[in-house]
C-alpha cells in the first residue's frame, strides 16, 4: 500500500486524481472533500492516507 505522494497534479476527476510523481502517474481515488482541497493543476500536493477495509481497524 502507498502511504504518501508527492508529484505534481495532472488532472482531477469526479472521484480520483492522476498525480505525476518523477514521470509515474498515479490514479489516486477519494472522496469529493479530499478532491476539493487539492491544489490547481501542475501544482505540487502532499496528501497521506489512512487504510480503510477490516485490516485497518484491526
Do not use: F, N, Q
Not at 504518501?4 to 472521484?15: A, M, N, S, T, Y
Not at 480520483?16 to 482541497?37: K, Q, S, W
Amino acid at each position: 500500500m502507498i502511504g504518501r505522494l508527492r508529484g505534481l497534479v495532472v488532472e482531477v476527476g469526479e472521484e480520483e486524481a492522476l498525480i505525476d510523481v518523477g514521470g509515474v502517474g498515479y490514479v489516486v481515488r477519494c472522496g469529493g472533500r479530499t478532491l476539493g482541497h487539492l491544489p490547481a493543476w501542475g501544482k505540487r500536493p502532499s496528501c497521506m492516507w489512512r487504510p480503510s477495509g477490516p485490516k485497518a481497524r484491526a
